[in-house]
């Protein structure tokens, strides 16, 4: 089972600030087959990214994800009010169990 | 548009059986793997069930393996999960989510979620 580390835990910052997100794997993510998600309290969670890059149907630009093997980033490029939630990473590129990180949470500062 | 609403949530006690069901609509059932994820008060996602878009394979995460079974009825477009000797740990929001092609076990649409307490 492919176990992934997300940090910080939690992020605060300011709208308009850029936000960097980072999901590490303890082995390597197969064919980058790693997808990223957007949660907020009482809503069904919201796909972002999959194949650590290819942004989901309307999500805006200012969500790229990034990475290979390993190691794989969210950025946020410019904070808006409605960003402010949990994220998390997901990796399907092996077997089931598909396994989800433990969420970053970026909060208002 | 595609909607998926999950029902069958409850309070029910240690060793109790409870079974989910998440009505489909507005995409071709059929054609798509379809999934059981649950967030624990306080915790983060977890993956739970997976049956492929055909019912040829059912996965399991191992903590639910032996008590839960996934299933499908595509005369209804109904997803279920049957959940059996329920433990305290099972206590949790339970949403289905919809594989984005028929095969990407990743989710492009999920439900409101229902939720699940397992208490005496």
């Known amino acids: 089972e492919i176990v992934l580390t997300q940090s910080p835990g939690t992020l605060s910052l300011s709208p308009g600030e850029r936000a960097t997100l980072s999901c590490r794997a303890s082995?390597?993510?197969?064919?980058?087959?790693l997808a990223w998600y957007q949660h907020k309290p009482g809503q069904a969670p919201r796909l972002l990214i999959y194949?650590?890059?290819i942004r989901a149907t309307g999500i805006p630009d200012r969500f790229s994800g990034s990475g290979s093997g390993t190691d794989f980033t969210l950025t946020i490029s410019r904070l808006e009010s409605e960003d402010f939630a949990v994220y998390y990473c997901?990796?399907?590129?092996?077997?089931?169990?598909?396994?989800f990180g433990g969420g970053t949470k970026v909060e208002i500062k | 548009q595609v909607q998926l609403v999950e029902s069958g949530g409850g309070v029910v006690q240690p060793g109790g059986s409870l079974r989910l069901s998440c009505a489909a609509s507005?995409?071709?059932?059929?054609?798509?793997?379809m999934h059981w994820v649950r967030q624990a008060p306080g915790k983060g996602l977890e993956w739970v069930a997976f049956?492929?878009?055909?019912?040829?394979?059912?996965y399991y995460t191992d903590s639910v393996k032996g008590r839960f079974t996934i299933s499908r009825d595509i005369s209804n477009n109904t997803l279920y999960l049957q959940m059996d000797s329920l433990r305290a740990e099972d206590t949790a929001m339970y949403y289905c989510?919809?594989?984005?092609?028929?095969?990407?076990?990743?989710?492009?649409?999920w439900g409101q979620g229902t939720l699940v307490t397992v208490s005496s």
């Open positions: 989510a919809k594989d984005r092609t028929a095969v990407a076990r990743h989710f492009d649409n």
């Open positions: 507005g995409f071709r059932f059929f054609n798509y793997g």
């Open positions: 049956i492929e878009y055909d019912e040829s394979n059912k």
């Open positions: 082995q390597s993510v197969s064919n980058s087959y």
């Open positions: 194949g650590a890059s």
């Open positions: 997901q990796q399907y590129g092996s077997s089931p169990p598909l396994t």
